[in-house]
Each structure stands twice: as structure tokens, then as C-alpha cells.
């Protein structure tokens, strides 16, 4: 184990990442243009990264072997040394080797608010603004879901500017848990919700069951997704249903312009649709239905269910990614060609005279 263990640091270390070298150097990261409050968190977490060694961990599908693993990049949007893999075997994309859950806990504890956001800003104009961004996956639910006398429950509903966007379906109940204590008190003031303290964990507890589960941007950080999906079951209805929605490795050029951005320590697992339902298959769930968004609705029905050992996406995702990355690269010389770059300047300042002539009083 400790030997294998030395081949992957080893090779984490050789910086041959398929999309090239601009995926193993924290300059082309993220990093590079952190402001201080965010610099800080990041300094922070790599000194408790220094303290132990990366574990490495098999892929969903069971393959362990490190022949099985195309590396895809070996620094991600923060510029944390964690690499991100394509699993030959089934074409998942995974971090490994990956820190344990004991890391990953103290981070979102004490420094991922200040990593992703900066300062916490708990004003309502903040809370509006995540309202306005919920509309896409408010949208989606509404067309594709009858809330009326529905019990809802979202895991991870910070201060609840999702559930706020459906409080007019009619539904019969709506409640949010979250693990943060001032988002909870924040988000009750702002939208009148039921948002509790916890988790799927906290939830269980309080032995509801509800007819929707939503988990939105939360599957994608599960360090064990079948331990969560068995726990998660227990919460549903005899015909509740499931819906999660990750960021698809499909759907990367939604999210973002640079595919690096897209490169998470705290996303062990990226889903393609396939990848996400060989998961939930595992762990007895039925697609009712999706998209490559991912936007997914889940039935459960108790038994694993068997896996195409055929179904392998490695080739399509490779392929999907390597051409997002020529795109970025074609984008950016692009604009930084000289001529480019005057004509740009030219129609900035035609712009700026033009609004400065015709402004209104
Ligand atoms: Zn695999």
C-alpha cells in the first residue's frame, strides 16, 4: 500500500497533465488573481495540507490501478496541489489520491467561506442576488415537478434562497438544513422558512419524510456519495423522488470560460450523466429523469441495480475536454493579438464618447 502510495505521489509530481502545463502551475490558476482575504484562506489550507499525505482512493467503478488513471491536471482552481483524474475504465473524473474526510471537514469549517467568497456578506442585497441566481434551477423544477401539497425538503439550502424561489407552489411543507448557524439566522429572517441546523444526518434525526429531496451543488462534494444516497433514501417517501444537480462535465463551457475553473479540491467526483448513473444505480436509485445540466430526478427502489460493464465515457470526455481547452487557448490568443487588441481599445473609447455625448441629465 505504502509503495503504491509513493507511485501516485510520485507521479502527481511528474506535472504531464493531459491538457498540458498550464494545469500543473498554480500561476495559471485562480490563485493568481486572488485578492488578500482569499490568499490568506488559501496560504492557510496548504499548511494543513502539509501535514499529512493524500490517500489514494479506487475509483466508484472499483478500479484502483494507477495504469487506469489519465491524469487530467494536477493543480486545481485555487492553485491546491490535487489532482483530478479520468478514470480509463469508466470515465469518471475523480481527485486521487484525495485527503480524508478529517481535512475536508476542518476546511469547510473554518476557511472555505472565506476561499470561495472572500468576506461573508450576509445582506439582504447578497441574499436577493442568490435569489436571481436560483431562477435556472427554480425554472427547472417548476416545468418538470407538481409542488402542489408536496413535502420538500433541501440539504445544504444555506440561507434558503432556492426553497424562497418555490414558496408559491403550493407546496405543504418546505425545510432547509444547512450547517451554517449565521446563514440559518439570516435566511429565516429573509424568507419566513422552516431552515434547521445539520445535515442528511440532522435530518434523519428529525424522521420526516418528505415527497422531494433536492440536493443542488451538494452531491458533487460527497467523499462517500453511496453512503449519503443510503442515508438520503431513509428521507424519501414511497414515491418521493430524488433531485440533484451537479455542474456536468459536459455542460463545462456553462460554467465556465476557462476549464480550469472547473478543477475543485472540494469536488472529489465530476458526473457526466452516465458516470452520475452508474453511482445511483449502485445504490438502488432509478432515473426518472435528467439532462447533461446535470438535472436529475431519482426514484429509489432499494436493490442495486446492475451496471453496463460496456458503458465507458473515458474516450468522449477526453476528447470533449481536450476541446474545450484548444477553444480556450484559440480564445485567448486571439484577443491578445496586437490588431485585436486596438480595435478593441478603439470601440471601448467609441463607446465611452458615445454614452458621454448623448448621457441623459
Ligand atoms: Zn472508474
Known sequence: MLVYQIVVIDAMKSNKSLLGQRYDYPEFSQSARLHSSKEGARNEILKLLEQCEPES????????????????????????????????????????????????????????????HGAKDLTEKRFLLSVKRAKP???????????????????????????????????????????????????REYTGLDLRYGGVDEALIDKDKYDLVILRHVFEHFLKPSRELSSLSELLEEDGMLFIEVPGVFTVSFWYDDLLEYFDFFHPYSYTLSTLKNEMSKSGYVLHKADEHIYSFWHYKGNSLEIDPAINEASRVKNHLQHIERKRARRESFYSALPVKVILKFAYFGRTFQNWLFKKN
Not at 486545481?76 to 483524474?85: A, E, N, S, Y
Not at 425554472?139 to 440561507?159: M, P
Open 57 to 116: 482512493i479506487a475509483c466508484l467503478c472499483g478500479e484502483h490501478q494507477e495504469k487506469h488513471i489519465e491524469v487530467l491536471a494536477t493543480i486545481d482552481r485555487w492553485g491546491l496541489p490535487v489532482r483530478t483524474g479520468l478514470c480509463k475504465s469508466c470515465g469518471l473524473v475523480r481527485i486521487e489520491p484525495r485527503h480524508n474526510s478529517s481535512i475536508y471537514e476542518s476546511i469547510y469549517k473554518n476557511i472555505y467561506w472565506e476561499l470561495s
Open 137 to 187: 434551477f427554480a425554472d427547472h423544477l417548476i416545468n418538470n415537478y407538481k409542488f402542489a401539497g408536496k413535502k420538500l425538503l433541501e440539504i445544504g439550502a444555506s440561507y434558503g434562497a432556492g426553497l424562497y424561489r418555490l414558496k408559491d407552489e403550493d407546496c405543504k411543507k418546505l425545510v432547509g438544513y444547512d450547517y451554517d448557524k449565521e446563514f440559518l439566522k439570516k435566511g
